[in-house]
């Protein structure tokens, strides 16, 4: 059977048919911005009651930053998303470069002043989407905050603040965003399998969880009737890794993040990327299930990140796999 590549692009008020130099999406669980990149000729015809003008136009002029962008791409007519966001730079080069974003790009665009005695994750979060096309997971965790405040800052930013200081994956899924545990929601499982219908896997190396000795110890600010919150997990006699935490005063959650962490650092099985047509489809939290019938190493993992390219010299996508599951 023959696989045709086929492509449906939504750019503003134009739908591209066809003559796109190149496409590539990148979407990660370790990123808050989706992104895209697309190349088209420097030169265009726009068809208009299914007439084809003989004069061209430049096609840098016809788009703008905030123009919508859905990608659409397949084969043989069966196209699936892959991207949803918004044009954030035009380049007028020739090729014609342009620069998109997720949905993260409405939250860049925002800026917030306000404190909170106690609060919860949720509660800031719908405060960060309001009046915008976000929408919010419904599996965010329940995590109470202390003396937390938004000084001047854009939506990006508190995402980078949950991220770097409290270490909560941040991560959209078109326009829902998720906030919580890296493992907080898993999608559908999609079978791999080596030399079959994964096309390189040589960027794939074993790793054995006794092989790396790490102690995990998260700190926070003062807690109840001022005393320090402390909770460590792993190896005694492994690299410290000790982590402190603002904002948080929950035990409870605090064992579940550095349980988390040490998941993270330390487990059997493969890691890596492998390269691979663009059907089966997998995204991002997918569950990538790897089939070695050469070794027999198989295991289910955790995606973290695709990059899909499509262009003239065909289609292909990279699927980077984390944690063993």
Same mark, same amino acid.
């Given at each position: 059977?023959?696989?045709?590549?086929?492509?449906?692009?939504?750019?503003?008020?134009?739908?591209?048919?066809?003559?796109?130099?190149?496409?590539?999406?990148?979407?990660?669980?370790?990123?808050?911005l989706?992104?895209?990149?697309?190349?088209?000729p420097?030169? =265009?015809?726009?068809?208009?009651?299914?007439a084809?003008?003989?004069?061209?136009?430049?096609?840098?002029?016809?788009?703008?930053?905030? %123009?919508?962008?859905?990608?659409?791409?397949?084969?043989n007519?069966?196209?699936?998303?892959?991207?949803?966001?918004?044009?954030?730079?035009?380049?007028?080069?020739?090729?014609?470069?342009?620069?998109?974003?997720?949905?993260?790009?409405?939250?860049?665009?925002?800026?917030?002043?306000?404190?909170?005695?106690?609060?919860?994750?949720?509660?800031?979060?719908?405060?960060?989407?309001?009046?915008?096309?976000?929408?919010?997971?419904?599996?965010?965790?329940?995590?109470?905050?202390?003396?937390?405040?938004?000084?001047?800052?854009?939506?990006?930013?508190?995402?980078?603040?949950?991220?770097?200081k409290?270490?909560?994956?941040?991560?959209?899924?078109?326009?829902?965003?998720?906030?919580?545990?890296?493992?907080?929601?898993?999608?559908?499982?999609?079978?791999?399998?080596?030399?079959?219908?994964?096309?390189?896997?040589?960027?794939?190396?074993?790793?054995?969880?006794?092989?790396?000795?790490?102690?995990?110890?998260?700190?926070? =600010?003062?807690?109840?009737?001022?005393?320090?919150?402390?909770?460590?997990?792993?190896?005694?006699?492994?690299?410290?890794?000790?982590?402190?935490?603002?904002?948080?005063?929950?035990?409870?959650?605090?064992?579940?993040?550095?349980?988390?962490?040490l998941?993270?650092?330390?487990?059997?099985?493969?890691?890596?990327?492998?390269t691979?047509?663009?059907?089966?489809?997998?995204?991002?939290?997918?569950?990538?299930?790897?089939? %070695?019938?050469?070794?027999?190493?198989? =295991?289910?993992?955790?995606?973290?990140?695709?990059?899909?390219?499509?262009?003239?010299?065909?289609?292909?996508?990279?699927?980077?796999?984390?944690?063993?599951?």
């Open positions: 059977m023959a696989f045709k590549l086929n492509s449906k692009i939504q750019l503003g008020d134009y739908s591209l048919k066809g003559g796109v130099n190149e496409i590539v999406v990148k979407r990660s669980v370790n990123s808050y989706d992104t895209a990149t697309i190349k088209i420097a030169l =265009g015809r726009v068809l208009q009651n299914d084809l003008p003989q004069s061209s136009v430049e096609s840098a002029k016809q788009f703008k930053e905030g %123009d919508r962008v859905v990608i659409h791409l397949g084969y007519g069966e196209l699936v998303r892959e991207f949803d966001g918004f044009i954030r730079r035009v380049s007028p080069a020739i090729p014609v470069v342009l620069e998109c974003e997720g949905f993260g790009w409405q939250l860049r665009r925002k800026r917030f002043l306000i404190s909170w005695k106690s609060t919860t994750l949720l509660e800031v979060l719908q405060h960060l989407v309001k009046d915008t096309d976000v929408k919010l997971s419904g599996f965010i965790p329940t995590v109470k905050l202390t003396n937390f405040a938004l000084r001047n800052v854009n939506g990006l930013e508190v995402l980078d603040y949950f991220k770097k409290m270490l909560l994956t941040a991560y959209f899924n078109f326009n829902e965003l998720y906030v919580g545990l890296q493992q907080g929601v898993l999608k559908e499982t999609v079978s791999l399998r080596l030399g079959w219908n994964v096309l390189r896997d040589d960027q794939l190396k074993y790793r054995l969880a006794d092989d790396t000795r790490v102690l995990v110890r998260l700190v926070t =600010g003062k807690g109840v009737k001022n005393k320090r919150l402390l909770y460590e997990v792993g190896d005694k006699d492994g690299v410290l890794r000790e982590i402190t935490i603002p904002n948080i005063t929950d035990q409870a959650w605090l064992q579940r993040t550095a349980e988390d962490a998941a993270k650092a330390k487990f059997t099985g493969y890691e890596g990327s492998i691979c047509f663009l059907q089966p489809f997998v995204e991002p939290s997918c569950v990538a299930k790897i089939i %070695d019938k050469k070794y027999n190493r198989g =295991g289910s993992y955790m995606v973290m990140s695709t990059e899909v390219s499509y262009g003239m010299n065909g289609a292909r996508r990279k699927i980077e796999i984390g944690r063993s599951l």
